[in-house]
């Protein structure tokens, strides 16, 4: 194997492959889901040998999880305000699903393989539960509050991203934040019912 330190122009080549590799795994995986989703379907799309898949991403899972990888950075984001959160919170994920077509193939995927359900589910784990930790009056109470705000923000994400509901599609950056701000706002700070 070439040491890429010593070789700045196989370092661009096998970037430019990794790119290639991503990109027709993205779109394989949303067109077919995970369990049709083959490696040498995803090869030939990408116009490379099968084994270069293998090479660079292990297995299935491995190409998969590189594809689809989310960080929506909750557990370091800003808590102050308090009072703004939930608004800040909506304008964030906003800017997930508009910026990352991903999230788009795996939530239609999601719905229906484990493997992609998993993937969603961890960001709920290590993303939005440590925040409604940080947040919420209770912390035992942060599981709950987390799974709230979750089903918040994929339910527009599904209606508006997904399946293009006219109205959903219809709504303003600032109109979904003012909507669905004091929403999550209550979910992570407001006392247990």
């Known amino acids: 194997m070439t040491d890429h330190t010593e070789n700045p122009q196989a370092a661009r080549r096998s970037d430019a492959t990794r790119a290639t590799i991503l990109a027709a795994a993205r779109e394989r995986f949303a067109a077919d889901g995970y369990e049709k989703a083959t490696i040498r379907a995803i090869a030939r799309d990408a116009e ?20 689809v990888s989310i960080d929506p950075g909750l557990p370091g984001m800003p808590v102050e305000p308090g009072e703004a959160i939930g608004r800040t919170l909506v304008r964030r994920f906003l800017t997930l699903w508009e910026e990352n077509a991903e999230l788009t193939a795996l939530m239609r995927v999601g719905v229906t393989d484990p493997v992609a359900a998993d993937r969603m589910q961890s960001v709920l784990r290590d993303q939005l539960i440590p925040l409604a930790r940080r947040l919420g009056p209770e912390p035992e109470q942060a599981p709950a509050r987390a799974a709230l705000c979750a089903s918040t923000v994929l339910g527009l994400a599904l209606t508006r991203y997904v399946l293009r509901f006219p ?27």
Do not use: C, H
Request: aromatic letters at 10%; hydrophobic letters at 45%.
């Open 48 to 67: 490379i040998d099968p084994s270069m898949v293998m090479r660079y991403y292990g297995n299935k899972a491995g190409l998969f999880a590189a594809a």
């Open 167 to 193: 109205a959903a599609v219809a709504l303003g950056r600032e109109e979904i934040v003012d909507w669905l701000g004091p929403t999550l706002q209550r979910y992570l700070t407001a006392p247990t019912p």
